[in-house]
């Protein structure tokens, strides 16, 4: 008994050692680790959208020097980007789906009145040749595609992680150990964006 005893007490930490590395391997961490990913793609979506709202006073300034008559047009997109930059936006936003629609609705407004700011240079010829003018749409434009990058970046992050969450092993782990993991929101398109343009000739 003695022998068995002291066998026990010299093989107790080798158990332990490789329950511990099975558990790791079995994906305990997965859901802590996608979670992060889905996060840091988000923080980097907010980024590219704070860069849009940080431009959109120089060009919104640059187009009243040339087209004082579009005032509708100026005033849509100061208010838009006023909207959009007042939606409260925290750590939960990603995970409530009415809090999520409500900032993706006033991104997706600002988006709409910025194309029609940029459509109301064609017709203003010295608008469209000013220096700072383009400058500013080059800036968008690129802001435009990075936006666009960092959603697809963000889109694949939330399914990973929400793939993680209703498949085995992970749907284990996010009902027992990770119970406060909740499934992420994801970027939708609204009826009228699938709307496919009429085209006139």
């Not at 329950?19 to 590219?48: D, F, H, M, Y």
């Not at 407004?109 to 010295?126: F, N, T």
């Not at 800036?139 to 399914?159: H, K, L, P, S, W």
Request: glycine letters at 4%; proline letters at 4%.
């Amino acid at each position: 008994m003695a022998f068995t005893a002291s066998a026990l007490r010299r093989t107790a930490p080798i158990f332990l050692l490789l329950a511990t590395l099975s558990l790791g391997g079995c994906g305990i961490n997965a859901i802590p680790t996608e979670e992060e990913r889905a996060k840091a793609a988000w923080s980097e979506v907010l980024n590219q959208y704070q860069r849009r709202s940080d431009l959109i006073p120089n060009l919104v300034e640059t187009v009243k020097g040339y087209a004082q008559q579009e005032k509708d047009v100026l005033t849509q997109v100061v208010e838009a980007r006023a909207k959009a930059t007042s939606v409260r936006v925290d750590a939960s936003t990603i995970t409530d789906p009415a809090q999520f629609k409500q900032f993706q609705d006033a991104q997706s407004q600002l988006s709409g009145a910025l194309g029609r700011l940029i459509a109301v240079a064609e017709a203003y010829p010295d608008l469209k040749s000013n220096q700072n003018f383009l400058a500013l749409q080059s800036q968008i434009e690129g802001t435009e595609n990075r936006i666009a990058v960092a959603r697809r970046d963000y889109i694949e992050a939330v399914r990973v992680y929400n793939t993680e969450l209703r498949t085995f092993p992970g749907a284990v782990w996010a009902s027992t150990i990770h119970r406060s993991a909740k499934p992420m929101e994801t970027f939708t398109i609204s009826e009228q964006q699938m709307q496919v343009p009429k085209v006139k000739f």
